[in-house]
């Protein structure tokens, strides 16, 4: 799933998205959504999440090996 269409499904602002990411501006999602500006640490941040409905390796095709353990319910 597109990182936008995942944010639009939740409901989500650009702004409440930069700020679950910690980012300080949603221009900065408005990026992200454009493919624009995607590091490790924002793709693997995003995976975790989305729960991995927005996968690393379709944020960069470059890490399709990475795996992103998500953390378990209620830990």
């Not at 990026?31 to 409905?53: F, H, K, N, Q, Y």
């Not at 090996?65 to 378990?72: G, N």
């Amino acid at each position: 799933m597109k990182l936008a269409a995942w944010r639009k499904s939740q409901g989500w602002s650009q702004a409440q998205m930069a700020s679950a990411l910690r980012l300080k501006a949603k221009s900065h999602v408005s990026r992200l959504e454009a493919g624009l500006g995607v590091t490790t640490d924002l793709a693997i941040a995003i995976d975790r999440l989305s729960g991995g409905a927005v996968p690393v390796a379709e944020l960069r095709p470059d890490l399709h090996d990475v795996r992103v353990i998500q953390p378990e319910a209620g830990a």
